[in-house]
């Protein structure tokens, strides 16, 4: 990985955010170039990171072993057949990040037969703290798939999915979840403004609740329901508010809520790898 050249085709958040998390994880700066369009975002790139930008995508892919895609779903069928002979002539690691596009339609826009690791990785690895599914296409070695790793561990967890189909859960999941977490958090906070308490107070106790929850969660081996079981003492006031959320039917609303998301994820892509 020290040694391999990435290049990212795309200079936006996402590209900056992984970036960011390789340099600090100790990569060597000139192994790393960015392509985009955007003279604002090149100079962004190059005054941040200290890398090398160019405008030229076949310019920059004619470089890498370890090829990035980083561009919005909504062209990158267009970027992806700009670059298919540099791709067949080079052969390097494809990792995309391009929400909800199907690895074998990257492959056939790429002109077949390539190493393609589909990833999706969602917005707080814009501060390390993402959450990222990695599928691999058969034919995907062992040593690229290390590679493919250590780039979004760069910001945040990484793990693997062996069937490509639960990407759309994963979208489901961790990609849409951080909005349902926000939403969960402005209820919460909206609730406690409305019994009197001050909105900065309400805030910051309502974010610091979250983070403490979810710390303790991924410290603890035990499931979420014994967690809860020992925050809910019988008689006392979280038993009375369990209560209702499990009343008005909170479990059901979140399984209609992820299936209805799963189900979007599987048409957008159908209609992004339509050619
Ligand atoms: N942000 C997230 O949290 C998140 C989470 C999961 C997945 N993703 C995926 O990550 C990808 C990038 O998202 P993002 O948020 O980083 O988007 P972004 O900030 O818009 O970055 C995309 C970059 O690509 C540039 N670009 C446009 N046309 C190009 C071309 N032909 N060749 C090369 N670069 C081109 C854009 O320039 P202009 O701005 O000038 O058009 C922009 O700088 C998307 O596919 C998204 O689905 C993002």
Known sequence: MTQSTIVFIGGGNMARSLLGGLLADG???TRLWVADPGEDQRQAVQARFGVRATSSN???ARLADILVLAVKPQIIREVALELASVVQERRPLVVSIVAGVRSDDL???????VAVVRTMPNTPALVQ????????????????RSQAESIMRAVGLALWVEEES???????LSGSGP??????????ERAAVAQGLPETLARLLTLQTALGASKMALESDEELSMLRARVTS?????EEAVTVLERGGLLELFAAAVDAARTRS??????LGED
């Open 129 to 144: 703290t993402g959450a990222t599914a990695l599928y691999a296409r058969p034919g995907v070695g062992q040593n690229q």
């Open 27 to 29: 990569l060597d700066k």
């Open 179 to 188: 909005a349902y977490f926000f939403l969960v958090m402005e209820a919460l």
């Open 107 to 113: 492959d056939r826009w790429l002109g077949g037969g």
């Open 58 to 60: 076949t310019e920059a």
């Open 266 to 271: 599987e048409e957008l892509a159908s209609i």
């Open 234 to 238: 019988r008689g006392g006031t979280t």
């Open 166 to 172: 639960m990407m759309d859960s994963v979208t489901a």
